[in-house]
């Protein structure tokens, strides 16, 4: 059955600080991916979207992701963090059945402190 | 460009009564879908659509309903409810069964 792991339900990191969140999948094809924001009481947010070509995928905001098939990872990053950077981020894999459903992570929160 | 819009924001119900949550989009996608949003489990897919008459049971169908009459609407429906139904609902859309999904701001239902 397809997954979607996200390791770090919580990080901290300073402002002006890198930030890297880990995304762990399972899926018996080559997937198509994403990466989605949710500031508060906000619905989610496209941040960018891996599907095939570089593995290297460069997104809005400043966030890149690499997808590496041997770790079967898809790792969001942003080298320097600013304070508008705090939100939820959840990882996206699909569509996972012929009728196009996605799979979410449960989600890892970004605090940035100052 | 008004895009995903759900109704209401916030709703309160008490246990037993019934309501639909309103979704509709403006972008003529084929697939929608409803999910649930609870702290800890990430979203989880309640039911979906690939297009107007066709709809399907995802993760968490039990308790709701879902129609598809039109290609821009697709309300959910809670027969019955229960505070295990309290969450935010999110309604999202798509152009096909490949492209991003395009949410909703949510629907922040509490079953008292």
């Given amino acids: 059955a397809q997954s979607v792991t996200q390791p770090d339900i919580h990080i901290t990191v300073s402002e002006g600080a890198s930030l890297e969140l880990r995304c762990n999948y399972s899926y018996g094809a080559t997937p198509y991916l994403f990466w989605y924001v949710q500031s508060p009481g906000q619905g989610l947010q496209l941040l960018l979207k891996y599907f095939s070509g570089d593995t290297l995928v460069q997104g809005i905001k400043g966030f890149e992701a690499e997808f590496k098939r041997s770790q079967s990872s898809f790792n969001l990053r942003k080298p320097s963090v600013h304070w508008s950077d705090a939100a939820e981020y959840f990882c996206a894999v699909g569509p996972t059945d012929s009728w196009g459903k996605f799979q979410f992570g449960a989600g890892t929160q970004v605090v940035v402190t100052p | ?112």
């Fill in chain 2, 1 to 112: 460009n008004a895009g995903v819009t759900q109704t209401p924001k916030f709703q309160v119900l008490k246990t037993g009564q019934s309501m639909t949550l309103q979704c509709a989009q403006d972008m003529n996608h084929e697939y929608m879908s409803w999910y649930r949003q609870d702290p800890g489990m990430g979203l989880r897919l309640i039911h979906y659509s690939v297009g107007a008459g066709i709809t399907d049971q995802g993760e968490v169908p039990n308790g709701y309903n879902v129609s598809r009459s039109t290609t821009e609407d697709f309300p959910l429906r809670l027969l019955s409810a229960a505070p295990s139904q309290t969450s935010v609902y999110f309604c999202a859309s798509s152009y096909d069964r490949w492209s991003p999904q395009h949410f909703g701001d949510g629907t922040r239902l509490s079953i008292l």
